[in-house]
């Protein structure tokens, strides 16, 4: 906890050094979260039937998306596990990290949580409460829900943070991943149903979405929060998201562990 809250002062003091940097990202994710429930208004004016499910719950689970997305994902910030590890590989700089007490999969993990924790705080609620009172978002649809959605949101984190450290790993033998990155982003946005639900593809494409961790980062928080589940499904949702949070962090351990020996090799 003590790294953590010394993660989370940096940003806070970040924030306010860099006043202008702040006040552009709150825009940014005022008007992104306006943007997206303007296009899905104007889609359903075209066809109120698209998507099979009422404007207000679209609107809603359009908004969260970028709220959901602006909370873990920093990806143009050097936070985000693969651009750091990539930026520090390929600066060498790497070594610093490895002479430090804690292994570079805890410091990650606690920097992106700060983040994440500082971005809810002072981007997402805000913008959240203006989606509410003047663009028509709707609250969670009941104290289960709400107590589930937090859940959820924390094992997405976990899901998108190991997903994203075992992408960063991959610099240690290419030296570079930018064309991974863009494949990778490209897809986590497909498949993940941040920008398109999930359920608006074939069956055959959903049923390979359901065997991927891709959707527990987005669809599931999104689908609780929106109230499309029953509390079974709840219970398995969270289940499968607490599965893939700990197979995948369990992969990244094994995986730091046997490039750092590598690596202890090759700087021999």
Request: net charge positive.
């Amino acid at each position: 906890m003590r790294v953590f809250g010394s993660w989370f002062k940096t940003e806070m003091r970040a924030a306010g050094l860099y006043r202008a940097d702040f006040l552009l990202r709150l825009c940014y994710s005022l008007i992104a979260m306006y943007g997206v429930c303007s296009l899905w208004r104007a889609l359903y004016r075209q066809d109120p039937g698209l998507v099979g499910r009422p404007l207000p719950a679209m609107v809603t689970y359009a908004m969260l998306a970028v709220a959901l997305d602006i909370i873990f994902y920093p990806s143009a910030l050097k936070s985000a596990p693969q651009n750091y590890i990539a930026d520090q590989v390929r600066t060498g700089r790497i070594d610093t990290d490895l002479l430090r007490p804690r292994d570079l999969q805890f410091q990650l993990l606690v920097r992106n949580a700060a983040v994440a924790l500082f971005s809810l705080l002072w981007l997402v609620l805000p913008a959240w409460l203006l989606g509410v009172f003047f663009l028509g978002m709707e609250l969670p649809a009941g104290v289960i829900c709400t107590a589930a959605f937090a859940a959820s949101i924390v094992l997405g984190f976990l899901v998108l943070f190991s997903l994203n450290f075992l992408l960063g790993l991959v610099c240690f033998v290419t030296l570079d991943i930018r064309q991974i990155t863009m494949a990778y982003s490209g897809i986590l946005t497909i498949l993940s149903g941040k920008l398109i639900p999930n359920w608006l593809y074939p069956e055959w494409m959903q049923a390979v979405i359901r065997l991927l961790p891709f959707r527990c980062i987005f669809e599931m928080p999104l689908n609780i929060y929106t109230g499309v589940l029953e509390s079974g499904e709840i219970v398995r949702g969270l289940l499968l998201q607490g599965f893939w949070a700990l197979a995948l962090f369990c992969l990244g351990r094994l995986a730091w562990r046997k490039v750092h020996k590598y690596l202890a090799v090759q700087g021999g």
